[in-house]
């Protein structure tokens, strides 16, 4: 998705805010990614955790670090020791809640590294890269986002954890509030409005150019809990939250089974694996769903 907004001229970021580093993986040699986790709590380190850890540690502001130029996108690479930091923003996060001046500069520290970056090298989307999960890691992450997208799969699971979104989310969006009107003057927060552009569901199978009746039967149950469970619960807070009339689907993006396999090895775009129709066919779907982003959030 960040390459097809780049092919449109975009300057995109990507943030590996999961411990994990898969998207780091995805894009940096192996060897190379084994050196930089070596050497990320030294003088020389140059991840996510790097950056934060004077914070984490309380011995300091954040050491900005620049990001790793990857064809056209940017990286701010992760860090298996970024766990270290998601651990302290429980304290953090209660912090706030005692005006303590600790506690929001550690739940804004990743906002105030990103925004940097962005600002330094005029960046138009940044795209984070974080766990499933509803911990104080994404907490951080789509308090700070101006918009965000929800990724469906096509089954029951993914429908029912909905509810849990839209309820984690309005609870994040209010406490949030509560803890701005505590805030000591002059400290920066986090703007805490994320916007819902849309939702795009994912990794179904097609027959005959069109969605499996196995799939399909999700989808109309999609859009309704999308609506419901998300949408209609994040308008009673505000409801430029959630702007748009539903249906808001981005696009459709199949299960490409052996193609995202090969550009995860090969560390590049779907489009740029497999054969030419299958090239040509998921650019299309990319390009499409980018353009739709574009126009969502201008």
Not at 95 to 117: E, P
Not at 155 to 183: E, H, N
Not at 228 to 245: F, M, N, Q
Request: glycine share 6%; hydrophobic share 40%.
């Amino acid at each position: 998705m960040a390459e097809a907004l780049a092919v449109l001229g975009k300057r995109v970021l990507l943030v590996d805010s999961d411990p994990q580093c898969n998207l780091t993986s995805y894009l940096i040699a192996p060897d190379v990614v084994d050196d930089m986790l070596d050497a990320s709590e030294s003088d020389a380190g140059a991840t996510l955790w790097s950056a934060l850890k004077p914070v984490a540690d309380g011995e300091g502001d954040i050491r900005f670090v620049k990001p790793k130029t990857i064809g056209s996108l940017y990286l701010l690479p992760g860090d298996i020791l970024l766990s270290k930091f998601e651990q302290d923003l429980h304290q953090s996060w209660g912090d706030c809640f005692h005006r303590k001046i600790r506690g929001y500069r550690g739940t804004t520290a990743l906002s105030t590294l990103v925004n940097h970056i962005a600002a330094e090298k005029n960046i138009d989307f940044i795209f984070y890269d974080s766990g499933p999960n509803i911990g104080p890691l994404n907490r951080v992450i789509l308090l700070d986002c101006d918009a965000f997208i929800v990724p469906a799969a096509c089954d029951s699971f993914s429908i029912r954890a909905f509810k849990t979104l839209g309820q984690t989310l309005s609870d994040w969006i209010t406490d949030w509030k509560t803890a701005v009107t505590l805030a000591p003057d002059n400290v920066y927060l986090l703007p805490g409005k994320p916007t819902l552009i849309g939702y795009i569901p994912q990794r179904f199978r097609v027959y005959a150019d069109n969605v499996s009746a196995d799939y399909s039967k999700y989808l109309p149950r999609i859009d309704r809990h999308i609506s419901s469970d998300i949408g209609a619960v994040l308008k009673e807070i505000d409801t430029a939250l959630a702007p748009l009339p539903f249906q808001s689907r981005l696009g459709l993006v199949k299960d490409f089974g052996r193609l995202a396999a090969a550009a995860q090895s090969e560390g590049v775009p779907i489009w740029e694996v497999g054969t030419p129709q299958e090239r040509s066919t998921s650019k299309i779907i990319f390009r499409n769903i980018a353009e739709k982003i574009i126009e969502r959030t201008k």
